[in-house]
Structures are given as C-alpha cells and as structure tokens.
C-alpha cells in the first residue's frame, strides 16, 4: 500500500512540551522530511484557530489549529470540544484525503478522528501514550468512586476506538502488555518514541564538578517533582538545581522550595524551546526524573542523548531506559532520602567512572533513535509489522505482582488520604527508620494542615489494607 498523505490527530502539539507533543512533533516533521504530505490537526494553542504553515525545527507544516479551552486544573492544557467534533473532523480529513490518520490517544480528538475515518479507504493507525488512571487522577478533582467509575469509562472507550483501528502502537513492550491485559484479543506493537539524535550532538561535554542537577517536564503531581526538591534539601549546599517545565503544581512547588529553604538553589524556567531546553541540559551534570507514571519519558531520552548521567525512580518504563550502576542509577519511588544517596553516589564517581556513565546514556539512546522509529511506523502505514528491536525485549519484570504492588493498586481503588501515604509506608515496612515527614511526604505537600488524627487515620487504613493481602495469600 502506497501511502503519501498523512494525518496525525492528537490533543497536544508543539509548542507544547510533554512526550506526546514531542513524538508528534518529531515525527510529523520527519515524514514532511521523507517527502510525505503532513497534516497535523491539534488543539489551537490560544484564541487564534485555524489552518497554518507552522515551522517546527525548520520543516513548514500544515497545521489545523482546533478552537480550543483550557483544561480545569491544567493551566497549560487545552482541549476541543467534543459536541459536533465527528462532524467537522469528518468534513476536515475528507478535504486533505489522506492514506493514513494516525491519532494519538483513545481520547477526545483521537476518538472522533477515529469515527471519522471512512473504513475501507484510510487506513487507522493508534498510538496510546495515555494511562487511562493515571489520567483521570491528575484531571479531574473528585471523589474516588467517581474517577473509578470515569476509569472504566476511558477504558471502555480506549477497547472500542482500539479495536477500530488497523494497528495500535505502544512506545515499549511493558506499555504494549499492559494494554493488552485490559483490552483482551487485541494485538499491540512496541516502537520507541524515538529521540533525534542529531538535535543533541552540539550539546556540550557533561562537567562533574558542576554539581547541577536538572529535570524537565511538567510540573504536575504525578510527576513527583516535590520529592526531588526535599532531596535537594538533604544534599549538599554546593548542590544546585534547575527545573524546567510548568504546570498545574508550580505554585505548590515555589512554596514548598522555600519551605525547605532551598530557593537560592533552585532555578525554575518554563516556556523554553527545545533549542533552550538542548542548552540547559548543557550545564546539566545529572538529570533525574521522579516520575512513577511513565509510559517512556520522551525528556529522560533526550537528556541521555545529551550524554547525562540518569538517576530515575524505580517504576514503569524508566527501568528500561536507566540501567542502575551503568547510565545511572533507580531510587525507590517517593523516596527522597534513596534519592539523594543516588546522586551523592553520581557526584562520587571518580572522572574515570562518571565518563562511562555518560557514554552508555549515549549508547543507550542510540537505541532509540528517531530514524529507527520513523522506519517502522513506514512499515506500519504501509500495511506491515515493525522490525523487532533489541531493546524492546526487555526483561526484569516480575510475572507475579509483588505485595508492595499488590498494596498499591489496592490503596489506590481506595480514598484519596490513602493512597497518598502508601509510599511512605512501603519504605518504613522495609526497615527504614526516617522521620514521619519523609514517610508521608506526599501528605504533607497536598495537605498543608496534617493533624495527629489524619496520620493515626493513614495509618490504620493502611494498616487493615496490608492485613487483606495476608489474608488473600
């Protein structure tokens, strides 16, 4: 199958910065590159809405800017209303005539692109970056019960466009299975999102002795940013940091930085472009990224093609891409004592050994190179399989959930207050004697006012969630 014109739909684009928008971004301009007709249909990012000739990294694309609002709670996100979108994507996508829609989620602009799509003559291609609970969470502000029941709902809707489409895509094989386990009969393929290597070979050499850490992302509470900042406070004062993003939490994070009075050692910057994003990481002697939620973590790939030392939380995708003791090193999630010894340990390095460190971030990027990913999703619009890649085959997954995952996914179907203190508990019932302020650090920096009573609460709930588990096994 021929295919020449392509449509990527998705409900975040350049110049917006999170993963999605940077896969995007990187492979609609790629296909432009390799001589396709691009047509990017995205969320218009202020009240000015329309079709465009946008330049991103130097290639004119044409780009359908959507009327769009923002997100509640998201200050930085947008979105189309869905009341008549079928309809007007429909007339859109029959005008451009393309071979090929690709959408990026099961949500909103993916799913009326996807019932817009004329069955027969355009071939539907789906990637999901999207976790379908970890969304509803971050989104909406609601009672549990409510955001289960939106859970199911999202998913509902993720098995019906899903099943629609030709084939559905996921950046690596852990997100690939967990896709499968809750949509059953349905096959998903793992191609890297993919980094562009070129973008950071300018980038300078990795100093040591700079002693800064850097993280880019969006400043979100699934992100976690707030444990890094109380890991900076238990490091040394030489130590700096420089945070790159915005988000929903920037407030909370500012305040909670001056909390721990740490606010003449850390920078924040928001509104970069990738050209400045590419020249922070140049002063960066580490990056780190705290995140639990991640399905790849586009910014953790661009900073080990900047060849930087990875320090990343032990959870998801991020083991995949942060080999400990070789490109970096894994803390325990919501840790930020495990944290701050892990990058005592990376300014420990004699030069000899923080060199290797850069070289495998280097090598391991290399295995993600945006032109591998742009070969196979050819492939994929093409009609054929992608090539299996080597680092796709991860391994190190345990078949079998622990009890501390057991625990979280239990605690997580339960109340707000007990979710947020499961971590804390999991490092105490592993034999670590902190304060109470680091066990229930996600508590305090969501609720400002705690009481002896809301802990004794935490404590107790946890307490009887454990005993259920004992009792299943």
């Known amino acids: 199958m021929g295919v020449s014109t392509l449509v990527i739909a998705c409900d975040t684009f350049a110049p917006d910065r999170n993963g999605t928008a940077t896969f995007a971004k990187n492979l609609a301009t790629s296909m432009q590159q390799k001589g396709y007709e691009v047509h990017v249909i995205a969320p218009a990012t202020s009240k000015l809405y329309g079709t465009f000739r ?24 947008r979105f ?14 029959s005008a451009i005539g393309p071979d090929v829609v690709h959408i990026q989620s099961h949500l909103n602009l993916g799913h009326h692109a996807a019932s817009a799509v004329r069955k027969g003559t355009i071939r539907l291609i789906a990637t999901n970056h999207l976790d379908a609970e970890n969304f509803v969470e971050n989104v909406l502000q609601a009672p549990q019960f409510v955001k289960n029941f939106l859970t199911k709902l999202v998913m509902r809707n993720a098995s019906k466009v899903f099943r629609s489409a030709d084939a559905v895509i996921a950046p690596n094989l852990r997100a690939a299975l967990m896709l499968e386990s809750v949509i059953p009969n349905i096959k998903v393929f793992a191609v890297s999102g993919g980094v562009n290597l070129t973008t950071y070979k300018k980038v300078t050499k990795a100093i040591q002795a700079n002693q800064v850490i850097t993280y880019v992302g969006r400043l979100d509470r699934e992100k976690h940013v707030y444990v890094l900042l109380e890991a900076l406070a238990r490091l040394p004062k030489a130590m700096k940091l420089e945070v790159i993003g915005s988000g929903s939490q920037q407030s909370e994070l500012l305040a909670l930085a001056k909390e721990l009075k740490i606010e003449s050692r850390v920078t ?36 080990m093609a900047a060849g930087r030392p990875v320090v990343a939380a032990n959870s998801m995708a991020l083991p995949n891409l942060v080999a400990d003791g070789v490109n970096g090193y894994l803390f325990k999630p919501d840790s930020p004592s495990d944290l701050a010894q892990k990058l005592e340990r990376v300014f420990a390095l004699s030069a000899k050994e923080y060199e290797s460190f850069c070289q495998a971030s280097l090598a391991k990027a290399a295995q993600h190179d945006l032109l591998h990913t742009v070969a196979n999703y050819e492939r994929i619009y093409a009609g054929q399989e992608p090539i299996p890649s080597e680092m796709l085959n991860e391994s190190g997954y345990a ?3 622990t009890v501390a995952a057991r625990l979280t996914k239990l605690v997580r179907r339960g109340s707000k207050s007990i979710e947020r203190g499961a971590n804390g ?5 592993d034999g670590a004697r902190g304060a109470v302020s680091e066990s229930f650090s996600d508590v305090r920096f ?11 609460k935490l404590s107790s709930s946890l307490r009887a969630a454990l005993e259920r588990i004992r009792k299943d096994d």
């Open 399 to 401: 078949s079998e959930p």
């Open 425 to 429: 508990v999991f490092e105490r019932l």
């Open 268 to 303: 924040f910057f928001e509104d970069l472009n990738d050209e400045q994003v590419a020249e922070k990481l140049g002063i960066a002697s580490v990056f780190v990224m705290p995140s639990i939620q991640e399905l790849q973590s586009m910014a953790t790939l661009e900073a």
């Open 54 to 77: 946008e330049n991103h990294d130097g290639i004119p694309l044409v780009v359908h800017r959507l009327k769009s609002f923002r997100l509640p709670f998201q200050p930085v996100q």
């Open 446 to 456: 969501n609720i400002e006012k705690r009481s002896r009573k809301v802990v004794r």
């Open 80 to 93: 189309v209303n869905p009341v008549g979108l079928t309809r007007r994507l429909s007339g859109l996508i």
